[in-house]
């Protein structure tokens, strides 16, 4: 029996299948989704438990779709009054829009009515005493390496949490499914300082298994190594140099990337990668892989939250564009076919057949130039691909790390960055949907001193 969830798969199937029944009684073509979430958290700060905190819900959502039109409703309560009413208040809301020919249910033929279901719900104890001593085991560990540096280090936070979720899809074209998901995340904040200042850092690890995740000394550590490694930070000269990014600020690249590749930013003109398909829109040994089904995975998924199985598939081939993130609607407007990424990306894995080696391999490759650690604000315009970040990170000379640098700005294009990426490390990390290592680009323009 979960400690977090109040409801079973079956009454969420049962509930969803309801609404649509009486949909298709009011003469609507119907989706409904009906969901059940618990989350904890332990939060413990200078030794003490700050926040013990503990919440949860349910709710069901309807769409309908009659004559061209759509409407949307939603509650949280799962009897039969309630959605009896939420099914009325999606059918009034359709009787007041515009029409749409593309906002419709997709075909029967694209749904996934049978289809791998991969694993996304691992068992373990996920109550407050389980989440309570492992935030206590990072206190401790974190405590124990910052008394090893001697007033250095201080322990900002340690925090345990975990979810999970049930959800379930019907539609009227005989679709019925469900799906249970489990995630676990530990993280620990540490504060460094010396006679110049004090400077700030974190670690952490998320997963769908509580033992799969680092452990306490491990996480401790890193936080403790990244904070330290930022004290006595400066500007640098402005120039242009090449850029190391570090695997947790390469994702935010393959994050620019794939958004580039959705269908409603194709769709709306407001993408800087314009008609890729077919097109090298990246370095030549890039390849960048979607993977629904990988077991555990933090984006797997059987279906979307239309019906509609992913694939696995190159969304990226040797830096050639062979893929888009499609929804039904967005795939209409294009005249294509659902990829089944209604709800966003699946897991994505950024891949090169010239790999760079580990991180101490990665800074010889760099040689002279900077290191991204951090991003601290910034934009990108997503028409043009003009990018600049301000950043925090270290200065490199003939592959040793010579201090760490602070403010600086960052500033190139997305188009000229993917194409100028030298090497990805084998210093892989995982953050939500994305796995990289660290990103090495040919070269950027860096706004510092004089």
């Known amino acids: 029996m979960s400690e977090l969830l109040t409801r079973s798969e079956g009454e969420l199937r049962v509930a969803a299948a309801r609404a649509v029944e009486l949909a298709v009684q009011r003469g609507a073509a119907a989706r409904a989704t009906a969901s059940n979430h618990g989350f904890a958290r332990i939060v413990i700060r200078d030794g003490v438990v700050e926040t013990a905190e503990r919440s949860g819900g349910q709710s069901l959502s309807v769409t309908v779709f009659r004559e061209g039109r759509r ?62 001593a492992a935030a206590g085991a990072i206190d401790r560990a974190a405590v124990a390496v910052a008394d090893a540096v001697q007033g250095r280090l201080r322990v900002s936070e340690s925090v345990a949490l975990a979810s999970e979720n049930i959800w379930a899809l019907a539609t009227s074209d005989g679709f019925c499914r469900s799906a249970r998901s489990s995630q676990d995340g530990r993280w620990c904040a540490m504060l460094a300082q010396d006679g110049g200042g004090s400077t700030s850092d974190y670690c952490q690890s998320q997963g769908r298994r509580a033992d799969a995740l680092l452990p306490a000394q491990a996480i401790a550590e890193r936080a403790a190594e990244r904070a330290l490694s930022a004290l006595g930070a400066r500007t640098v000269k402005s120039g242009r140099y090449p850029v190391l990014f570090d695997a947790r600020t390469a994702h935010s690249l393959v994050g620019e990337l794939a958004g580039a590749l959705t269908g409603m930013a194709q769709h709306r003109k407001m993408s800087f990668l314009a008609n890729p398909l077919g097109r090298a829109v990246a370095a030549p040994h890039l390849d960048l892989i979607e993977d629904p089904f990988e077991p555990l995975g933090m984006a797997s998924g059987g279906f979307d939250s239309e019906g509609i199985a992913g694939s696995t598939r190159a969304i990226l081939r040797k830096g050639v564009a062979e893929g888009l993130f499609l929804s039904t609607f967005s795939a209409r407007k294009l005249g294509m076919r659902s990829t089944g990424n209604a709800d966003g990306f699946y897991n994505l894995r950024l891949v090169s057949d010239a790999p760079g080696g580990d991180w101490l391999a990665m800074l010889r490759r760099l040689g002279t130039g900077l290191v991204v650690t951090g991003l601290q604000g910034g934009s990108i315009d997503p028409t043009s691909g003009n990018w600049t970040h301000a950043v925090k990170g270290l200065w490199v000379e003939e592959g040793m790390v010579v201090h760490a640098v602070n403010d600086v700005t960052l500033a190139g294009s997305m188009p000229a960055m993917l194409t100028g990426i030298q090497a990805v490390g084998s210093d892989i990390e995982r953050q939500g949907a994305i796995s990289t290592g660290s990103i090495l680009i040919d070269e950027m323009q860096v706004g510092g001193g004089a």
Not at 96 to 115: K, N
Request: proline residues 11%; glycine residues 8%.
């Open 71 to 132: 409407g949307s409703a939603s509650t949280e309560s799962l009897d039969r009054a309630a959605i009896e009413r939420v099914v009325e208040e999606a059918m009034l809301i359709a009787g007041h829009v515009q029409p749409d020919p593309d906002a419709a249910l997709p075909p029967a033929d694209w749904l996934a009515i049978t289809g791998p279901a991969p694993e996304l719900y691992a068992e373990g104890p996920r109550g407050t005493d389980t989440l309570m």
